[in-house]
């Protein structure tokens, strides 16, 4: 029988009717019948952060590997029907899928109300294995396909979209983004061969794989920028090897990249460039390459032994951290930015003095004024680099 604690609920061979109460619940159902699951409205302790243990709220787990069709009528009830058994669902805050092809619907789904200490929240769907299809709704939604080749639209919304192992088509649609390419995990792992379309927005990519270990020396991935648009999106490919070969991802629509662990090497030098407009990308860990577009760039380092080419274009460069952040210190490694005749005005940041190197072509000279902002290397070709908040150059 339910409790107002946290229970664990099963599903009859009957038409059951079981209320939650109280509680973050997890009901599993195998299709049988005709049944009604309610989750219950309170002490759910809901976290919508994706970013976090995603803990809390109501789960609804489908048994089988019978293919599920869900429609989602809002985001916290709807119907699932498996052959000739349905359950009306309400009150699930995080949706389950079966080991099948399962067919998950939020487009057109009514949002609900903050209700006794639950915010107002997207879906939270995890496919399963199959190939899946799976539409979010208008609001913030965290949606995996899981294992298996599957198609995913996002919808409006600022989305967390992950994809897995298997060829997966992600479309994000309007909203800012972020999309993972790759579970995170620090072994060898294949995320498959897929196509990601940012859509209309701000949308990250995020390349998660390594090759192995924690990513101190680990191979990571190789991501080639093809094109940028004059709205400041761009267009590539990324690879990255695994145990079972060599995966590949193509994107576009995308304003921002990342790579993690693993020494990643990421370049735009031959990038068809809209205008002066360039790529942002930030490679986080690691000992990574990072070559800039022809356009103007915004490249981060972030931790580890980097090495930075920002080509030409007027670029902001980042030794460390995130190119917002104007007073971020150095990373205490060597980083190397390199700088050949006719790069443009540069503006470096996180810059360690007397650790970082800066490498220019041969018959290259500068002269060094202080200016309010920082250090400014004027050189014999026209070109600049200002040394943002670096006073003791």
């Given amino acids: ?40 409205d309170q002490g759910e302790r809901y976290d919508a952060n994706p970013y976090l243990d995603r803990t809390g709220g109501d789960q609804l787990h489908i048994q089988g590997n019978v293919g599920a069709q869900v429609r989602f009528v809002t985001t916290e009830d ?36 903050e209700h006794f200490g639950t915010p107002t929240h997207g879906l939270t769907i995890y496919a399963g294995a199959g190939h899946d299809i799976i539409t979010g709704t208008s609001m913030d939604d965290i949606l995996d396909g899981g294992p298996g080749n599957d198609s995913i639209w996002g919808g409006a919304g600022n989305d967390f979209i992950q994809s897995s192992t298997g060829n997966d088509l992600i479309y994000g649609g309007a909203g800012d983004e972020n ?12 995320p498959g061969n897929d196509t990601i379309y940012g859509g209309p927005g701000h949308d990250l990519i995020n390349v998660w794989v390594w090759e192995h270990g924690d990513g101190d020396g680990a191979r990571g991935g190789s991501v080639n920028i093809a094109s940028t648009r004059a709205d400041g999106a761009f267009a590539g490919t990324a690879t990255v090897g695994s145990s079972s070969g060599v995966s590949t991802l193509r994107f576009q629509g995308i304003e921002q990249g990342w790579t993690h662990n693993g020494n990643d090497t990421v370049t735009g030098a031959n ?13 986080r860990w690691g000992d990574d390459r990072l070559t800039g577009s022809a356009g103007n760039d915004t490249l981060e380092g972030g931790e580890g032994r980097d090495t930075i080419e920002g080509g030409r274009g007027n670029d902001l460069i980042s030794a460390n951290g995130e190119f917002y952040n104007w007073n971020t210190a150095g990373d205490g490694d060597v980083d190397t930015l390199i700088f050949h ?53």
């Fill in 179 to 190: 999309i993972r390419w790759g579970l995170g995990d620090a072994y060898w792992h294949n």
């Fill in 271 to 283: 990038a068809k460039v809209t205008g002066n407009i360039g790529f942002q990308w930030n490679t």
């Fill in 341 to 393: 005749g006719g790069f443009g005005h540069d503006t470096v940041l996180a810059f360690d003095v007397g650790l970082d190197i800066l490498q220019f072509d041969r018959g290259m000279s500068y002269s060094v004024s202080e200016v309010a902002r920082g250090t400014l290397l004027t050189f014999n070709t026209g070109d600049t680099i200002l040394l943002s908040n670096v006073f003791d150059f």
């Fill in 78 to 113: 709807g119907l699932v029907s498996v052959g000739a058994h349905t359950l009306k669902f309400e009150g699930i805050e995080r949706f389950y899928g079966t080991s099948g092809n399962d067919t998950i619907r939020g487009a057109g789904a009514m949002v609900t109300a």
């Fill in 1 to 40: 029988m339910p409790t107002n604690n946290d229970d664990i609920i099963y599903s009859t061979s009957l038409n059951d009717r079981i209320l939650g109460l109280v509680g973050a619940d997890t009901f599993y159902w195998t299709p049988s019948g005709r049944d009604t699951f309610i989750g219950g």
